[in-house]
């Protein structure tokens, strides 16, 4: 198996394992709550660009 070297793939990847598991197993993040919606955003805008 090969992990992907692009940048905006690997976070996207990582946001969704997040939302996966806090959605499926009803995990908190409290504090840390902040760092989902900075992952979308940052695979979101490397997707636009091309990254």
Sequence with gaps: MNITKS???LLLAIYLI???????????L???????PCLA???GVLLLLGK
């Design 30 to 36: 409290g504090a840390l709550s902040i760092i989902v």
């Design 41 to 43: 955003i940052a695979a």
């Design 18 to 28: 997040i939302i996966g598991c806090s959605g499926a197993f009803g995990i908190s």
């Design 7 to 9: 940048p905006s793939t």
